[in-house]
């Protein structure tokens, strides 16, 4: 019931023709629309534009003088004076004539205030006196020579063996057993060569062999032994030794 209300019961070929009959009358429209135009220019209306003229502006006012108003005097014949001191001849002559400016009154002083003396200048100026002074030269500046530095003799250090014997041990401390070595049961030696000081204390420790987890706990022990000052022909010096820690498990 559907089908028979939305689609038409014609023959398909019709159908077709008529679509393609309306869309080709479409097109031409279309085409018609717009080559029309193209083709007859005059068809197209004309656009009328609307022109305002403003009327024109009055004229302004005209500029006033600077300074206020130039007087003219006559002072030369021929020529006009202005206020401010120039000269204007007031027609154009045949021969060139020279103008000579007036001299100021008064006494006139030659040279520029504070300068040089001498000719030119202004005598007991500024300048002057400095150019008459007599220069002053500042004495040499010597540096005093630096102060030797005292060097302290160099401690011999020397290998634990023969005469060279370490002090009495006055503090020795053992080593804690790193809880993660037992529960590995891990055990072993660790073989520290150490350096002495003058005062005995340790002053280098480095590892020459033993198991990665008992080596921090056999340093942290060796950093604490103390021993007595070691002397060699009543002299102070430093003795390298080695030291051996046993970790061994219950």
């Not at 038409?8 to 008529?18: F, K, L, V």
């Not at 209306?45 to 206020?68: C, Q, R, S």
């Not at 103008?99 to 003396?117: H, S």
């Not at 040499?140 to 020397?158: E, G, N, S």
Request: proline share 14%; with cysteine; aromatic share 6%.
């Amino acid at each position: 019931m559907f089908e028979q209300a939305t689609l038409t019961n014609g023959p398909a070929g019709a159908r077709a023709w008529t679509t393609f009959l309306g869309l080709s009358s479409q097109i031409a429209l279309v085409s018609l629309a717009v080559l029309a135009p193209m083709v007859w220019p005059q068809m197209l209306p004309t656009a009328h534009i609307l022109e305002i003229l403003a009327p024109p502006l009055p004229p302004a006012p005209a500029p006033k003088p600077l300074g206020g108003e130039v007087k003219l005097r006559p002072s030369r014949p021929g020529m006009v004076k202005f206020n401010h001191g120039l000269y204007m001849p007031t027609h154009v002559p045949n021969s060139p004539v020279p103008i000579f400016e007036d001299e100021p009154a008064g006494p006139q002083i030659v040279g520029i205030p504070l300068g040089m003396g001498g000719p030119g200048g202004i005598p007991g100026s500024i300048l002057s006196a400095l150019e008459n002074a007599v220069p002053v030269v500042p004495p040499p500046m010597v540096r005093p020579a630096p102060k030797p530095v005292d060097v302290a003799p160099a401690i011999p250090r020397l290998r634990q063996g023969g005469d060279v014997r370490l002090g009495a041990l006055l503090h020795k401390a053992e080593p804690q057993y790193p809880s993660i070595a037992k529960a590995a049961h891990v055990s072993g030696n660790v073989e520290l060569e150490c350096v002495v000081g003058v005062d005995g204390h340790i002053k280098e420790v480095k590892v020459k062999g033993g198991n990665a987890l008992l080596i921090r706990a056999a340093v942290d022990a060796a950093w604490q032994w103390v021993y007595a000052p070691s002397k060699l022909n009543g002299n102070p010096i430093e003795i390298i030794t080695n030291l051996m820690f046993t970790f061994k498990l219950n």
